[in-house]
């Protein structure tokens, strides 16, 4: 099947910010079964998440392996709660599916495995997912392939060196056709970033990559960065994503910020509330 | 006072033995590998000139990756060539392979059983650059991984061979090197290689050694003078160690009174390791000697005196045959 011939030259804003709300309510019903989850995270990757999905990315829900996709990694596999309530928005996953994230011989891991449609690597493992990305974008490069990667990664992912082995070579095989999206929420396991790895954004410019930074909660914003990440001058492209864990939620958002939330039972029903009446994105 | 020998520079061609040799047959194999396939891709960490893959790199140029001094993302980057359907050969030295990108090997290629393959130089002691570049556990760390293959290749043709069966093979490889001019212990006609195969090179009936990589040319030639001696010596050649042939080993363990293993490699996770396992699992009791590495750092040193010195060599073997060496 061929690839629809994405991305169109106008977003439709409306239908993002709609698709990115849905994908949200997903993350609170998946981690509404087990009680806990990466739900900060989750909330806070949904914008981007959404324009990369609905938008940017050239790729077909009914051919997750399509050979010209555009292809997004998932670095930080615990992240996983975004990629599921994207995949099931997209229809490669059954919206029923999702109540059984993190549930024993669940497809929804709590940590992505590629054994699930629509997963391109194994994430989690911090520090694996650029210098994948590297490889994906030399193999199709040499296939004469249109396809681009987008990689996400974190903030505190960045204090793994292997990071930075590979944003050196990305930028010395001037990887145009790839993105690399740093989420920079501020958290980490033992809290918030503990390894100060401002200023971010000029650490990329000076590992060659065509660097903007933006507010990774407005989707208009998030939207023109990745168009003008399309540019094809031999630089791959760094966009440094401010993002609020628990963003969407106002609840969520006023709580210490966690790397790892727990909600009590009670307070589902107007944790989904205050969602549906919240304007999320800052566009 | 005798006559001192130094450490050689990494460039240097290893002794031979006396036996023929063939240069760099790994890149070369590689190379031929590569006029047909086309989905073969090369990358190295700033070793290509010390890992024998130049002559791909000079073949394939737009096919060819210097990743610089980066194992981690030597490996991650190889994975990511693979996800799109090629097939890379990454070359570093095993000491970093092993240890430096141990869980890229793992989790980025092994996981997924990805067709990459990890070919790796200075082997034990071929190097006399001590600890940090003799890579005398990495087998038995790689095959600690799920679905790696590992391979520890006697010679030149043997090399060879390896690389065309791990170009085939669909999941993930890891490959000892033996670089430069290297000997020529088989005969490349009708030469046959098969991933898990033990061959069975000569029988015996006294003393039976089961080897793998050059040790195993070592353990020939121990045959052979202990023939001279009225000592019937079979040899196992091993070189897959994951996965292991286990019946093979069985068999052969079933024809000789005692056995001795043999690997440029520490005993303790080693051949002689796998040996002692699959006896135990199959309920033989055999006597085993083990020729192999101490579990301890070597120094730095010639590569002839350090071979001598931790018991590499043909005679270490004829000693350990005869009861000569306990």
């Not at chain 1, 959404?50 to 829900?61: G, I, N, Q, V």
């Not at chain 1, 989690?124 to 994948?132: D, E, I, K, T, V």
């Not at chain 1, 010395?172 to 200023?199: K, T």
């Not at chain 2, 390791?273 to 309920?283: C, K, N, P, Y």
Request: with cysteine.
């Amino acid at each position: 099947m061929a690839l629809a011939n994405h991305p169109p030259a106008t977003a439709d804003l409306a239908a993002l910010r709609a698709r990115a709300k849905s994908m949200r309510r997903h993350v609170l019903a998946m981690a509404r079964g087990p009680g806990q989850g990466y739900v900060g995270q989750g909330l806070g990757i949904s914008d981007v998440l959404a324009a990369l999905y609905f938008h940017e990315m050239r790729w077909d829900p009914a051919d997750v392996k399509a050979a010209d996709r555009d292809r997004f990694l998932l670095s930080t596999g615990h992240y996983s709660i975004a990629l599921w309530a994207a995949l099931a928005e997209a229809g490669v996953i059954p919206l029923d599916e999702l109540v059984t994230y993190g549930a024993d011989d669940s497809r929804l891991e709590m940590s992505t495995l590629d054994t699930t449609p629509g997963v391109e690597m194994i994430g989690g493992s911090l520090g694996h997912g650029l210098g994948q990305a590297i490889g994906m974008a030399l193999g199709l490069r040499l296939a004469k392939s249109p396809a681009r990667i987008f990689c996400e990664l974190s903030d505190g992912e960045m204090q793994e060196g292997s990071t930075w082995e590979a944003a050196m070579a990305a930028g010395h095989f001037s990887l145009d056709n790839l993105v690399a999206l740093i989420d920079c929420n501020g958290i980490q396991a033992d809290g918030p970033v503990v390894l100060d790895m401002e200023p971010v954004a000029d650490k990329w410019r000076a590992f060659g990559f065509a660097t903007q930074e933006i507010d990774g909660n407005d989707l208009a914003a998030v939207v023109a960065a990745l168009e003008k990440a399309r540019a094809t001058d031999g630089k791959p492209h760094a966009i440094v994503l401010r993002t609020r864990p628990g963003q969407g939620v106002p609840t969520l958002l006023a709580r210490e910020k966690a790397h790892f939330v727990r909600v009590e039972p009670d307070e589902w029903d107007a944790l989904i509330d205050e969602l549906d009446r919240t304007e999320a994105d800052h566009g | 006072m005798a006559e001192r020998a130094y450490t050689q520079a990494m460039g240097r061609d290893e002794a031979t033995g006396g036996r023929a040799t063939v240069d760099a047959p790994f890149g070369n194999a590689l190379v031929e590998i590569a006029r047909t396939r086309t989905d073969i891709v090369g990358l190295t960490a700033d070793l290509g000139k010390y890992t024998d893959i130049l002559p791909f790199r000079d073949a394939h140029p737009e096919r060819f990756f210097n990743v610089g001094m980066a194992e981690q993302n030597l490996v991650a980057v190889a994975a990511g060539l693979a996800r799109t359907g090629l097939v890379p050969f990454a070359t570093t030295y095993g000491v970093f392979a092993s240890r430096r990108a141990f869980d890229f090997i793992a989790i980025a290629c092994a996981h997924s059983n990805l067709p990459v393959k990890i070919v790796a130089g200075l082997p034990g002691l071929t190097t006399g650059y001590g600890g940090t570049h003799q890579a005398i556990e990495d087998t038995g760390l790689m095959r600690l991984i799920p679905d790696l293959v590992v391979i520890d290749p006697c010679d030149a043709t043997e090399i060879a061979a390896a690389t065309k069966a791990a170009a085939v093979h669909p999941g993930p490889v890891y490959m000892r090197l033996l670089r430069g001019k290297v000997p020529v212990v088989f005969e490349p006609d009708g030469f046959d290689f098969a991933i898990g195969k033990a061959r069975l090179l000569r029988e015996g009936g006294d003393v039976g050694f089961v080897s793998t990589g050059f040790m195993t040319e070592r353990a020939l030639d121990a045959a052979e003078a202990l023939e001279k001696r009225g000592i019937s010596a079979g040899v196992l050649h091993a070189p897959t160690l994951k996965p292991f042939d286990a019946e093979a080993v069985i068999r052969f363990a079933g024809e000789v009174e005692h056995l001795v293993t043999a690997e440029n490699h520490v005993v303790r996770g080693g051949l002689a390791s796998l040996v002692a396992e699959t006896l135990f699992d199959a309920g033989m009791t055999k006597r085993l000697q083990r020729i192999g590495l101490p579990d301890r750092y070597i120094e730095c040193g010639s590569v002839p005196t350090l071979q001598r010195r931790y018991g590499l060599m043909m005679d270490d073997l004829v000693a350990a045959a005869t009861g000569e060496r306990a």
